[in-house]
């Protein structure tokens, strides 16, 4: 038997191929991505070797195939038999790759995300007896910004904010839609906003909130340099943010999400079989808590000591480092932030005794927020 996984080199894929790599089996591991198979292989094992978790021993390595795949091309540009051998004996097809883009060209969002699932369901076909595991996001819930979001919740009645949330909708949908046409199960989980509090060396895969820290240092420190008006440096730097004053984030440990799919996957995996039935077992990912603005702001501010954040409703009259922030980081804010919650009822059934992960506060968030010597550069 084996196991099939794409997305194997990106922030969350990675961690769960560390964990496929620490079982105690001899199941081969067909890792599909971009590339030849050599250079999807070095960028895998660089990928896996730094991370924390279950220890892997060398010769794990020795069951990891690595064959070249597009999700951007029919069929994963694999010829029909090429298309069989990669699915040969699947028990499990992990899905974790996709465009993460939240303000992304539409067509490039589709073609990774809606028809490159299509294609993994073709490959699946050729593995009658396959689990499918689909990462989709807790975040397929859109506008739908108070309530509590029960895990077989997928509705498209309050739009979206970002097409990347659309697209994830638009997937579960024709995921739905393929295990009824085909008589076959799947497992789709839905992760939150995945975090983590150790640097990710240069050139392996980052994380969401790298973007927040890269905002201050790409986007707004240059131009405090060249605008005596921006006061960034040795002075205070007021900015209010466009949001719900009382929104919260859902924000989860990625080692922890790494854990609990691999529990998930195993109780979907155990529900397959003859007579088993079609159908789809949806599980939020998610934290038990909510982090509320103020420690995100603590965060920050430990890391820019002049940075003064405000959340408002409207911000009315921007200034020049406002109006940057709203460009190019608005969307993530309307992301990210809202008042819901989200139910766990499947994720505690399937997690067995795996303790709740602990909070997520300002002293891990700082660390989150401190990518490749932020916290260094600073001088706020």
């Known amino acids: 038997m084996s196991v099939v996984i794409t997305g194997a080199t990106g922030f969350l894929g990675s961690r769960v191929l560390r964990h496929l790599l620490a079982e105690e089996t001899r199941e081969t591991v ?20 730094w991370l924390d978790g279950p220890p892997v021993e ?10 070249g795949a597009d999700l951007t091309r029919p069929t994963l540009g694999l010829t029909p038999g090429e298309l069989a051998e990669a699915a040969a004996g699947a ?26 699932t299509r294609a993994v369901l073709d490959l699946a076909e050729q593995a009658p007896d396959a689990h499918l595991v689909y ?35 638009t997937t579960e949908r024709m ?17 939150s906003l995945l975090v983590s509090d150790r640097p990710a060396p240069a050139g392996l895969p980052a994380q969401p909130l790298d973007y927040v820290a890269r905002l201050v240092d790409d986007t707004l420190r240059p131009r405090a340099d060249q605008d005596p008006g921006l006061p960034m440096r040795g002075g205070v730097l007021p900015m209010r943010l466009q949001g719900d004053p009382h929104g919260t984030m859902n924000l989860l440990q990625a080692d922890y999400a790494a854990e609990a799919l691999l529990r998930v ?44 954040l405000t959340v408002v409703p409207t911000v009315r009259n921007p200034s ?16 990210g932030v809202q008042r819901r919650t989200y139910d766990r009822t499947h994720l505690r059934e399937d997690v067995g005794d795996l303790p709740e992960p602990p909070d997520v ?8 927020f401190d990518r490749s010597g932020a916290r260094q550069r600073a001088a706020v």
């Not at 295990?179 to 199960?185: F, H, I, L, N, W």
């Not at 020049?320 to 992301?335: K, P, Y």
């Not at 506060?361 to 989150?368: G, I, Q, T």
Request: positive net charge; glycine residues 8%; proline residues 3%.
């Open 58 to 67: 060398p010769d794990a390595w020795q069951r990891v195939r690595c064959v």
């Open 135 to 169: 990462v989709s996001t807790a975040f397929v819930a859109g506008r739908r910004d108070a309530g509590h979001i029960m895990e077989d919740d997928l509705s498209d009645a309050d739009g979206f904010h970002t097409r990347y949330e659309e697209t994830k909708y």
């Open 91 to 116: 028990a499990q097809v992990w899905h974790c790759a996709a465009r993460l883009h939240l303000a992304g060209d539409q067509s490039e969002l589709f073609s990774t995300n809606v028809r490159g």
């Open 175 to 191: 995921i739905r839609a393929w295990t009824a046409a085909k008589g076959r199960r799947a497992t789709i989980v839905r992760p």
């Open 265 to 308: 996957a195993a109780a979907g995996r155990a529900r397959t079989g003859a007579g088993a039935g079609a159908g789809v077992r949806t599980v939020h990912v998610t934290h038990p808590r909510e982090v509320a603005f103020p420690t995100a702001r603590e965060a920050l501010r430990e890391l820019y000591p002049g940075l003064r």
């Open 361 to 368: 506060d300002a002293a891990y968030l700082s660390r989150a």
């Open 320 to 335: 020049r480092h406002e109006a940057l922030v709203i460009e190019h980081a608005g969307h993530l804010l309307d992301f």
């Open 30 to 49: 067909t890792v599909l991505g971009r590339g030849s198979p050599d250079t999807l292989r070095e960028r895998v094992e660089a990928a896996v070797a």
